[in-house]
C-alpha cells in the first residue's frame, strides 16, 4: 500500500518510525530487532534513511575527471526488503540526488518496483564532497524536485533510455518539509515555495524535519496550507535523551529546543533525562493529535525503548 493510504484522520495516533541502516560490519539483524519491538504498536510504515557514498572527483591531465569512491554506506534498499518480508510492514526507502547519478537513481528505482516497494522519499541530501555536475554522460539531480521529476517521468513510462518493456512505475513519493526552515534557504516562504514546487512534480506528501516546538509546526503548516499546498503534513518527532543533545541536534538539524525543555534538563541529572524528555514528546503528541494531526512520525536512529514508552503511553491514553 502507498503510505498516503495509510494516513488516518481518527483522531488516534498512527504512529510511523524512521531508522538508520547499520554502518558496513553492523549487524542487520540489530534493527530487525528494534522492528520487532515497534510490532505492538502497529506501526503503518517503517522508513529507512539512506547515506551518500563519500565520493570525490580527481581531475585528470586531458581534463576530464575520475570520480573515486572513498566510503559505501549500502543497506537501505535490501533492509527495506527484509523488514517489508519479515513484518509485512509497507517500508519507505530514502533515495537521495547527492552522492548518486541519474542513471544510478533509476537502477534503485527499478529494483524497488521489482521488489514490490511502492514507496519512496526523495531527498536532496547533504554535501558529500561530489562536486562535478556532469560527468561525461553521467547526470545527477540536484535538488530534490528533480529526482521527484525523474520518478514521476518513471511513473508515466519514461526512462532516461528507450528501454524494451518497461512498464510504467507507481511510487509515491514523499519530500521533506522544515517548520523552523531549511538551513539554506534565505526564509520560510522562499522554503515553502520551493517545498510546494515539489509537491506539484508529483510528491505526494511530506514528512518534517524533527521539531520540539509545536507551534512552530502548526505556523508552518497553516503557511503551507496559505500557499496552495494540500498534501498531508506528517510531523517529525524525536524523543530527547541525553545533555549532549542540546547542542548536538540544533547544529546538526538547524532545529530549536524550545527554554522549557532545555532549562529542565540542564537542571537535571544525565539519568533523568530521557525521562523528560519521554514527557515532553507525550505532550507533543498529545498536543498535535488533539489540533487534528493524527499521524507521526518518529526518528529512532538506533534506540526504540524510549519512543517505545511515548506510543504505548499514547495508546493507552487514546
Ligand atoms: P531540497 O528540497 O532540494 O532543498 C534544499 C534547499 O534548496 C532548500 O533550502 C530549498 O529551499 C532550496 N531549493 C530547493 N529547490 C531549489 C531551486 N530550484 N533553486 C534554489 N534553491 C532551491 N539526509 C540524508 O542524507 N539521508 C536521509 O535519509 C535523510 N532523510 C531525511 C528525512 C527527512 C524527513 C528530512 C526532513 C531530512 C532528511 N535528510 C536526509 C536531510 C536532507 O537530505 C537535508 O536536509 C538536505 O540538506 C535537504 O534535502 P531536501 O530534500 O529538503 O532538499
Known sequence: MKVVEL??????????????????????????DIIEQLMPYEPPFVDVTSHSAQIYYEEQQDGS???HIKRKRPGTLGLCAAIKGRFGIETVPHLLCKGFTREESEDALIELNYLGIQNVMALRGDDSGFKKPVIGDR????????????ISAMNSGHFLEELIDAAPTDFCVGVAGYPEKHFEAPNINWDISNLKTKIDAGAEYVTTQMFFDNKAFIDFESRCRQAGLTAPIIPGLKVLTSKRQLQTLPSRFYMQIPEELASEIEAAREEDVPEIGIRWAIKQCEELVSEGFSNLHFYIIQTPQHVSKVVKELRKRA
Open 7 to 32: 494516513l488516518r484522520n481518527d483522531g488516534k495516533p498512527n504512529v510511523s518510525y524512521e531508522i538508520v541502516p547499520p554502518k558496513r560490519g553492523g549487524s542487520v539483524s540489530d534493527i530487525l
Open 65 to 67: 575527471w575520475r570520480r
Open 139 to 150: 547526470t545527477r539531480n540536484e535538488y530534490a524536485v528533480d529526482l521527484v521529476r525523474q
